[in-house]
């Protein structure tokens, strides 16, 4: 079965540069969350959207910023990167309708080193 | 969104039933459970989740008292590959479409040959 795309899966930047991280919602799946887990830290939840529009926020910081566009995918941008943002950044889709209702199924994951 | 207590770890064996509690006390009438099971350094995976009584799939049985304030996640006769940390989640997560999830202190099985 089809499943949550994430690239890039590793991705290595300097502080201050910006990055961007692209989710592919599995098939029929119209929501979209983000979730941030930092090394022997639990994901943490950062931000979602459904149908396009920004559905819940959490912890997500000032500096970064995401969208969902037409095709549902997503894109997180992060922008004056901190030694503090490395961590592992997954996306999770789930269906607003139907068996598996709001389930969340998640990405590999994409691994962001700051340096 | 319900606190959830649940054990830091636990130890077991090959072939062995392992049973997983969860505490939450101040679930809600529309809470649900939820498990998730998550390997080191990839995305949470769905186990199992229930209202009430109990549930089960082909990977897991899920039991859940009248009163709802505890829950009990089954793995039959774990493996190796069984060894990850388990979180236990508890919120309105039915017809809310974008709801966050709260991951808090999963419980880390380590299951020996």
């Known amino acids: 079965a089809a499943g949550v795309i994430q690239s890039p899966r590793h991705l290595i930047k300097e502080k201050r540069e910006t990055a961007t991280l692209k989710c592919y919602p599995i098939?029929?799946?119209?929501?979209v969350y983000w979730y941030q887990q930092g090394p022997g830290q639990d994901p943490q939840f950062l931000i979602s959207?459904?149908?396009?529009?920004?559905?819940d926020k959490g912890s997500i910081p000032d500096r970064f910023s995401a969208q969902q566009f037409s095709d549902y995918h997503s894109e997180l941008n992060m922008s004056s990167l901190e030694l503090g943002d490395s961590a592992l950044y997954f996306c999770a889709s789930s269906e607003s309708s139907g068996p598996s209702t709001d389930t969340q199924y998640f990405g590999p994951g994409t691994r962001l080193t700051v340096l | 969104l319900a606190k959830t207590t649940q054990p830091i770890s636990m130890d077991s064996y090959e072939g062995q039933e392992v049973n997983i509690t969860c505490s939450h006390n101040n679930i809600a009438t529309n809470d649900y459970i939820t498990w998730y099971q998550q390997f080191p350094s990839q995305g949470p995976r769905f186990i199992i989740q229930?209202?009430?009584t109990k549930v089960t799939n082909e990977v897991a049985s899920l039991f859940i008292p009248a009163d709802r304030k505890s829950s009990t996640l089954s793995l039959p006769r774990v493996s190796l590959s069984d060894t990850a940390v388990y979180y236990c989640?508890?919120?309105?997560?039915?017809?809310?479409?974008?709801?966050?999830?709260?991951f808090g202190g999963g419980t880390r099985l380590m299951v020996k040959p």
């Open positions: 959207f459904y149908e396009k529009m920004q559905s």
């Open positions: 098939p029929r799946h119209d929501t």
């Open positions: 229930g209202y009430k």
């Open positions: 989640l508890v919120g309105d997560v039915r017809g809310n479409a974008g709801n966050m999830l709260t």
